[in-house]
């Protein structure tokens, strides 16, 4: 019986996908997006914060501005109107006061980009401007003799001065407002950010674990039942199967294991079989030589008598003359087993006349008791025609005892791409399953009279022409021996 081979076992398994990379891959890539995410929202987080603190930075700027700003016009008013009153000194102060307040204002007009606070800011140019028109004509008439401005001329400058301080209190109380709202825009982000944090901390462990425990119950617990039934076969047990139904690595690594050990045990019996007929040769090789020359001295000397006894005598030499012969017959099987088993010359050997040959030579030996015996097909093998013979023969020798006078035996030579086979066939009720798997083992027989090496010795012959002998057993009972030897077509042995 054929076993599987090395490159069978570690073949693909077919039926199975290959899942388990890419659930350590999609474990691993979930656990990386978990923290990449946390990362990411904690980075936005802190980035909005910062985003928010540059803003207030940028309105305690403008703040700042604007008070030095409103200083600036405080100043360039108060030169102004010292300046009307009569005061000329105050006319340098005045100017560098002005140009002071257009430079900040413009300063602020490039910070500044709210829209109400952009107003106020032009009504304060506009005003700043006007008051400054007003200060050119009282500088029109200047000397020595200049008056100080007209009440209405006052009145009017009071009028402006009151919308400018008004506008400058609007724009510094609005920029004042704005930071405080960024203030509490900062104290949201940094209490959802902590928050984020927070969660992230407290469930990327708790994820992280159910990943473990899913991984665990995926790979880790294949991984004890691959491992505990690789203990049990390296202890000897052989008939250990993994039941790993999954549809992944681990399930064709089952799968293959069963096979493995399927194969073990084939190639362990086939040892076992070996060892007993390396057994039996070394047996033979010191028992044979010892008993076949007494058996051929008896076997001679009842001979020569037998026929000059007659009555109960003779009865009685002619059992020890069967006897002899019987015990001659082991002994001759022990010297085929003991004998190398490579035969040295092969030649093209056409099975249909050898099987013809068996057929009539089993006609002849039985007699009336024989079954039909029936030749089928064609086929010529590469062996020894004797050694081939002797095959064949003990094979139809023994479905013809099984078969009976009333049965049937059938020999169909069958010729396959690189092989012979041989299937001798009969319909004597079949071989019990139990006695199949021992019924190529040295003296084990079934016959009253057998010696039980028939078999052995023919399968070994077999074995050295490079084929094999199988049993089976077909749906109606009825037993078959298939003899596969090497097609001669097909090279030497």
């Known amino acids: 019986m054929s076993t599987p081979s090395i490159p069978d076992l570690v073949g693909s398994a077919p039926g199975h996908r290959f899942d388990t990379r890419r659930r350590l891959f999609a474990a691993f890539l979930v656990i990386a997006a978990v923290f990449a995410v946390a990362f990411w929202s904690q980075l936005a987080g802190l980035r909005r914060i910062e985003d928010r603190l540059g803003q207030l930075q940028e309105h305690d700027q403008q703040a700042r ?130 928050r984020l944090g927070t969660l992230f901390f407290i469930g990327t462990p708790i994820f992280a674990l159910a990943i473990a425990v899913y991984l665990s119950r995926s790979i880790a617990r294949p991984l004890a039942v691959l491992g505990e039934g690789a203990s049990r076969v390296a202890s000897g047990d052989l008939a250990t199967r993994i039941d790993l139904s999954t549809r992944d690595e681990f399930g064709a690594l089952a799968s293959k294991f069963n096979a493995m050990t399927t194969a073990l045990k084939e190639q362990q019996e086939k040892l076992v079989q070996a060892e007993k007929l390396a057994s039996l040769g070394r047996l033979a090789a010191g028992v044979a030589h010892e008993l076949n020359n007494p058996l051929q001295v008896m076997l001679g000397y009842i001979s020569l008598d037998r026929h000059r006894v007659r009555g109960e005598i003779g009865k009685h030499l002619a059992a020890v003359e069967r006897e002899a012969i019987r015990c001659q017959e082991i002994v001759e099987g022990l010297l085929q087993l003991s004998r190398p088993a490579i035969p040295i010359v092969v030649e093209p050997v056409d099975l249909r006349e050898v099987a013809e040959e068996v057929a009539s030579a089993l006609r002849m030996a039985l007699g009336e008791t024989q079954p039909a015996i029936a030749v089928e097909g064609q086929g010529t093998a590469l062996g020894t025609r004797g050694k081939l013979r002797q095959v064949v023969f003990n094979l139809a020798k023994n479905a013809a005892e099984a078969a009976g006078g009333t049965g049937r035996v059938r020999i169909e030579v069958i010729a396959l791409d690189s092989v012979v086979r041989v299937v001798v066939s009969d319909t004597g009720g079949g071989i019990p399953a139990a006695l199949r798997a021992r019924i190529f083992e040295p003296f084990f027989t079934t016959k009253a009279t057998g010696t039980g090496l028939g078999l052995p010795m023919a399968r070994a012959i077999a074995n050295a022409l490079g084929g094999d002998i199988e049993v089976g057993q077909d749906e109606a009972s009825d037993a078959h021996f298939t003899l596969r030897v090497p097609r001669a077509e097909h090279g030497g042995a």
């Open 65 to 194: 501005l604007t008070v030095e700003f409103e200083n600036a016009i405080e100043s360039q008013l108060a030169h102004q109107a010292q300046f009307m009153a009569g005061d000329d000194t105050q006319l340098a102060g005045y100017r560098e006061a002005r140009a002071r307040a257009v430079q900040l204002l413009a300063e602020l007009d490039r910070r500044v980009d709210e829209p109400e606070a952009d107003a106020w800011l032009a009504e304060i140019r506009e005003t700043t401007a006007e008051l400054d028109r007003l200060l050119q004509r009282e500088m029109a008439p200047a000397g020595p003799g200049r008056k100080p401005g007209s009440a209405a001329t006052h009145d009017k400058t009071a009028a402006l001065v009151h919308r400018v301080e008004t506008n400058v209190d609007r724009v510094f109380g609005f920029l004042r407002a704005e930071p405080m709202k960024y203030h509490e825009k900062v104290k949201t982000l940094e209490r959802s950010t902590l």
